[in-house]
């Protein structure tokens, strides 16, 4: 057993001082003692560290790399994926294990103490199945490992190309299962995760209703465990459009209609909703999946936010593309969404909480729920994700409360206060550090001067 003191600490009542946090040998709180006395190496703030609740960590190693247009005079989405299949074309499990060190170990430095990580790379080049069906799924679960970050494993079904149950091409075909061979490689990746550290989950992801059709829909809700559900659901107006004509309903519509929604589940994107479906889901229990930082990249449309908070909807936040890992800069680039689209300040702020504090709140406890982790508030009984900052700097000055969060999240250097980050208490940043940064860095490297500098 050990303690965290902190002069401040963020818990389930509110803002709390000279915080002690006990934390037992299996990684959960034990203790929570305000107005505690120093003995040992003080923080000046802790919060709850969130779960980055939608990752494909293989596509950090593309950061940087589709930011040029071809003779096409529109870049869109569809030809970001155009590229992004050509690139799964190089990728070795050897490189996607080396990639995902990198991506988790970044994802701890930024804040994050767990990943969701929607995982459809599954075989070799052409889909030519690898001897052990949870090949890939291993290369993940021994990065999570390696890190030290908490994982819940979502392998996903993808068998078609489309709405019209066309059949994968290209860099697709590395993604593809029909629902017997798929059942197989979750088992595989069940197995695996049972040898994993006790706060590793795994949960379940048809990919998307363009990529699964109705009927292998139904069977993976009904028959792949009882943990978390994820889908990709109305990102992008093409998508839409797809869906609608071929199910006779939008995205949204189509499932809050055909599936019993519930607390179970995680939407990722939902970038393109009309009204009711904004307050069908907001009503449903369900976790709205957002990535800003990635939805602005690609693309997708303006989430929205206003309206599902008002409506008391649950959403979480993930790095998705991993073009960017930044856990405040994604709560900054969701409130000035709404900002922009809305023409007002102050967007996502309550009477009672602040913008910063209304995001940091909703994003702890939705990721929490989202990945299945039992996390996401300073409380006896969960898990010891917790995040160390300094506020005595020139960009926190030493503010304390709400007005602490908003200037982490808004004064743009709050990556630069961290200082410590705990996993269901595994230690694994200190002093703004990875404990394996320079070992994981190197490995990265040499990755990519495999790879090349272009796509």
Avoid at 48 to 53: E, F, K, T, Y
Avoid at 56 to 81: K, N, V
Avoid at 113 to 137: N, Q, R
Avoid at 232 to 255: I, S, T
């Amino acid at each position: 057993m050990h303690a965290i003191y902190a002069k401040q600490a963020l818990t389930p009542k509110g803002w709390a001082s000279d915080v002690e946090i006990k934390v037992g040998p299996d990684g959960q709180i034990t203790n929570v003692t305000e107005n505690s006395p120093v003995r040992g190496q003080v923080r000046d703030l802790v919060l709850p560290a969130p779960v980055n609740l939608h990752s494909h960590a293989f596509q950090r190693a593309m950061a940087g790399l589709t930011e040029t247009r071809s003779t096409d005079p529109r870049d869109t989405f569809w030809s970001w994926r155009k590229l992004m299949y050509q690139f799964l074309d190089r990728l070795t499990p050897e490189q996607v294990e080396a990639i995902a060190n990198l991506v988790f170990m970044e994802m701890l430095e930024a804040g994050y103490a767990g990943v969701t990580e929607f995982h459809y790379l599954h075989h070799s080049v052409g889909g030519a199945v690898y001897s052990d069906l949870g090949e890939m799924s291993g290369r993940i679960i021994s990065a999570a490992k390696r890190t030290g970050i908490g994982l819940t494993l979502l392998p996903a079904l993808y068998t078609y190309g489309g709405c019209n149950r066309r059949p994968l091409e290209g860099g697709q075909q590395r993604f593809g299962n029909d629902l017997t061979q798929f059942s197989n490689l979750y088992d595989a990746a069940r197995a695996q995760i049972a040898d994993a550290p006790d706060d590793f989950e795994i949960g379940v992801a048809p990919h998307s209703l363009r990529a699964v059709s109705a009927e292998d829909f139904a069977s993976v809700v009904e028959s792949f465990g009882n943990g978390p559900i994820h889908m990709h659901l109305a990102e992008q107006v093409a998508e839409v459009d797809e869906v609608q004509a071929a199910l006779g309903a939008r995205p949204v519509e189509w499932l809050l209609d055909n599936a019993q929604v519930d607390s179970r589940w995680c939407l990722i994107h939902t970038t393109q909703m009309t009204d009711a479906e904004t307050a069908g889901l907001a009503q449903s229990g369900a976790v709205s999946g957002l990535c800003p930082i990635t939805e602005s990249s690609l693309g997708d449309g303006v989430f929205n936010g206003v309206e599902y908070s008002a409506q008391s909807g649950r959403y979480g936040i993930g790095s998705d593309s991993n073009v960017h890992i930044a856990l405040f800069d994604e709560l900054a680039t969701l409130e000035y969404s709404q900002r922009l689209r809305d023409r007002c300040r102050a967007a996502l702020a309550t009477p009672e909480r602040s913008t910063g504090r209304a995001l940091f709140d909703a994003v702890a406890t939705g990721g929490a729920q989202a990945s299945g982790r039992d996390s996401g508030r300073i409380e006896v009984g969960r898990q010891a994700d917790l995040i160390g900052l300094s506020t005595d700097n020139e960009w926190i000055c030493g503010r304390t409360g709400d007005a602490c969060l908003d200037s982490l999240i808004f004064g743009g250097r709050g990556r630069e206060c961290i200082t410590d980050v705990w996993s269901a208490g595994r230690h694994v940043v200190k002093s703004g550090r990875h404990v394996k940064r320079d070992a994981i860095v190197e490995e990265f490297r040499k990755v990519i001067t495999e790879l090349g500098q272009h796509i």
